[in-house]
Nanobody, 115 residues
Framework: QVQLVESGGGLVQPGGSLRLSCAAS????????MGWYRQAPGKQRELVAR????????NYADSVKGRFTISRDNAKNTVYLQMSSLTPEDTAVYYC????????WGQGTQVPVSS
């Protein structure tokens, strides 16, 4: 059974940075592509970044390209999302899961961007 636990969220000022972590349990992590998603208030959940199982290939939504970096440490069963130059439009609950099919969703971590 796969479990995902996101952490690292919190209030950040515009222009600030934050690093999210997603710890996974279960044996599939090292062979699964992973994605970070976000859901802003009143909006649909969207994919912001994804990474292949070995970490060699990453892709980003246009809205975060150049500001967000996804990475993973398979030895620690953890995927990260480094976010910089944050704007209020990045305010959302951030989730990680397997890509392209979500095996399970974690509880998410909230990222409010506000001065």
């Amino acid at each position: 059974q796969v479990q995902l636990v996101e952490s690292g969220g919190g209030l950040v000022q515009p222009g600030g940075s934050l690093r999210l972590s997603c710890a996974a349990s279960g044996t599939i992590f090292s062979i699964a592509a992973m994605g970070w998603y976000r859901q802003a208030p009143g909006k649909q959940r969207e994919l912001v970044a994804r990474i292949t199982s070995g970490g060699s290939t990453t892709n980003y939504a246009d809205s975060v390209k150049g500001r967000f970096t996804i990475s993973r440490d398979n030895a620690k069963n953890t995927v990260y999302l480094q976010m910089s130059s944050l704007t209020p439009e990045d305010t959302a609950v951030y989730y990680c899961t397997t890509y392209p099919s979500a095996v399970v969703w974690g509880q998410g971590t909230q990222v409010p961007v506000s001065s």
